[in-house]
Every structure is written in structure tokens, then in C-alpha cells.
């Protein structure tokens, strides 16, 4: 599942894990990618939530229901926003993932806990008298810079569906986030057994770097680090050096070191009936 602004492109990822043995699929989430709509508004919802629907139908079209399950092990994958959904999804729906990949999962606000509690009320309060108000672009577009070939990456993918500085952001949904990385704060004590991928260094600057090439500009991994815990009992959690905010975006000798990670990581995660 991807994260906010995004889709799926990744095919690397997709052929890599089925050598792997895996039946891979990708979701593009209502309002997103192959999704959207000419009259929709990108991305926007007010509960995270709502994701549960188009989940659940994801997992009927890949023969994965309630009458299959145990037939093979589902082993989600969520990026960014996406791995704040599927984690939300995970913990209300207990037994359904044999485990859970989160790739730089969005679980806490960049200015930490403190930065979260101090906004939230005001973004609810405008949520709340009006939704879809016009909120300031804040993405300055430097992440794009690092992985569109457009620019100085390395990727190649419909600028539609991914913008260079994002979809534009409107109180509800912003309130949406709040509440569910709140939710998370809160612990879920879930049981699922989930591998978090992290960049080992953020670096949230307004100023061009070179550096940025080599670190997550999105989030700051240590405040995400340390929020993992709060999932549940089995957390793994691996930082990689040099990883973009994307790891799978990452330059290919990274991306190698998560890679080698998921394959060690689900040799951990018991086989159906077992």
C-alpha cells in the first residue's frame, strides 16, 4: 500500500518479492493513482479508517477472504501513510496478516509527540468548520528531486498521480492522521508479528542538500523509531544507512540491504497450520 501523493510503480519490488515466492499485489487506495477520479479530490478522507473497505475488497479479489484464510500466509506492506492505515487496519482486524511490513510508516508527527498535541486541536477545529479548506503547501518538492528521473533520481512514474510537491492537504484529513498517529501513541498492543524499514537519518531542512539524496526528508525516523514500539509485542525495526524516505526508492545497493532484511525477517513467520 502506498502513502500519501503516491502509487503503485515499484515494479522491482513486485518481481522481487515473487522470486521470493510471494503472490504479490498492489493497492491504489480510493482517490489515488489508477483510482482517482476527474471529480474527486486526491486523497482526501476524514477517518483512516474508511481504508478498511477498500481492503477488505482488495483481499476478496485476490481469493484472500474469510473462506480462504490459512491458506496462505498475507504479509500487508504499507509505505509512509500506508503503513499508518495498515497498522490501524492490522490491530482491528487481529488474526487476518500473518505479519506486517512497514516501510518509513508515517506513526508520528515530524515535530514528535509534543509538535502532534500542540496542533491537533486547532487542524480539528478547522476541520470541524470547514474540511476542505485550503491548507499552505509545505512539501518544498526536494523528495521528488532525489527519485524522479526528471530531476536528479532515478525513477520514472506518472506525475499526475504523483506530484512533485504532493496533493494538496485540507484540515479533515489532516485531523484523520492526527487520530489515528494518536491512536498509535496510545499503544495497540497487537500481537502481529511487523518488520518497520527506516532510514537511519532524516534531514528536515527548507534548504537544498546534496545529503538529501542519502536520507528520509519526510519524516523523522527517530521519532518513528521510537513510536514503533507502541504497535505491539513483536516489533522488528531496521535502519538502513543511506535510505530515502521511500527505502525501495533508495539507490540499488540499498535497496539490496532491505531486501536482505524482509528475507530474513519472514523465514520468522510461522507457516499456515504450524
Known amino acids: 500500500m502506498h502513502g500519501w501523493s503516491d502509487y503503485f510503480f515499484q515494479r522491482e519490488l513486485a518481481e522481487h518479492l515473487e522470486a521470493l515466492g510471494a503472490r504479490f499485489f498492489a493497492l491504489d487506495l480510493r482517490k489515488y493513482g489508477r483510482s482517482l477520479l476527474p471529480h474527486q479530490t486526491p486523497g482526501y478522507v476524514d477517518d483512516l479508517g474508511t481504508y478498511d473497505e477498500d481492503i477488505a475488497a482488495a483481499l476478496h479479489a485476490m481469493g484472500h477472504g474469510e473462506d480462504a484464510r490459512g491458506h496462505r500466509r498475507l504479509i500487508p506492506l504499507g509505505h509512509s501513510t500506508g503503513g499508518l492505515i495498515l497498522a490501524l487496519w492490522s490491530a482491528r482486524h487481529p488474526g487476518t496478516a500473518a505479519g506486517l511490513i512497514l516501510n518509513s510508516p508515517w506513526l508520528e508527527f515530524q515535530a514528535t509527540a509534543l509538535g502532534r498535541e500542540f496542533l491537533a486541536p486547532l487542524i480539528r ?14 512539501d518544498p518538492g526536494f523528495y521528488t528531486r532525489t527519485i524522479s528521473n526528471g530531476a536528479e533520481g532515478t525513477w520514472s512514474y506518472d506525475q499526475h498521480w504523483r506530484p512533485e510537491r504532493g496533493f494538496p492537504l485540507h484540515p479533515g484529513w489532516l485531523a484523520a492522521v492526527f487520530d489515528a498517529q494518536d491512536a498509535i501513541s496510545r499503544g495497540l498492543r497487537t500481537t502481529t508479528p511487523t518488520l518497520v524499514l527506516l532510514s537511519s537519518q532524516s534531514l528536515l531542512s527548507p534548504r537544498w542538500s546534496n545529503a538529501m539524496a542519502h536520507a528520509d526528508v519526510a519524516l523523522n525516523v527517530d521519532a518513528v523509531a521510537q513510536r514503533a514500539l507502541s504497535l505491539g509485542d513483536d516489533v522488528s525495526v531496521v535502519r538502513i544507512h543511506n535510505a530515502v524516505h521511500d527505502v525501495m526508492l533508495s ?5 539490496e540491504h532491505a531486501y536482505t532484511a524482509i528475507r530474513r525477517w519472514s523465514r520468522t513467520i510461522p507457516l499456515p497450520g504450524t
Open 251 to 255: 539507490e540499488p545497493s540499498v535497496r
Open 125 to 138: 477545529l478547522g476541520a470541524r468548520r470547514n474540511p476542505l479548506a485550503p491548507m499552505p503547501t509545505i
